[in-house]
């Protein structure tokens, strides 16, 4: 029974913490050396549920600066097929989450909120990727993971 309630409170104790539920593994999925950010974390803040907002945080060194109009393109794809798209002004992203465009190149976190549409399907392991096209029109960072939106953690 202790063994129970230890294991219990363990839970509890993370539910309660503000970590990711999913340790999902972000990849680059742009060409070396085409970004104007080199990504040294990529993480979703909070669960993944749809219809409600996470964070998402991208840490790396920024090679140019990061101007509007840049643009954020999430995508979802399901055994080859798209089965979600969105896309957002990225520097409104950024403003709305108190750093506007344009940021100076160097070392940056970028933190964000997205708000993830009722219509991603849950219990779907699909590839998610974010890529953000910066008003230079280069790519600023893309990164992929394998995602699942689970209601029972939301």
């Known amino acids: 029974m202790k063994f129970l309630a ?16 999913f340790p999902f593994v972000w990849k680059s999925c742009a060409t070396p050396g085409t970004t104007d950010q080199t990504v040294t974390n990529f993480t979703l803040k909070q669960s993944f549920c ?40 990225f520097c ?10 344009p940021l100076a190149a160097g070392t940056a976190a970028l933190t964000f909120d997205v708000l993830l549409k009722p219509s991603w399907p849950t219990g779907v392991n699909a590839q998610f990727s974010y890529q953000v096209i910066n008003g230079n029109n280069r790519i600023l960072f893309c990164q992929a993971a394998t995602t699942m939106a689970d209601n029972r953690f939301c």
Request: aromatic residues 8%; charged residues 10%; neutral net charge.
């Open 6 to 21: 230890v294991i219990t409170t363990v839970i509890a104790t993370a539910a309660a913490l503000d970590y990711p539920v």
């Open 50 to 89: 749809p219809g409600k907002n996470y964070t998402v945080i991208v840490t790396g060194p920024v090679t140019g600066d990061i101007v509007a109009p840049s643009k954020l393109w999430i995508s979802g794809k399901f055994l080859g097929r798209v089965i979600y798209t969105d896309n957002h002004d």
């Open 92 to 101: 409104a992203l950024l403003a709305a989450a108190g750093t506007p465009c």
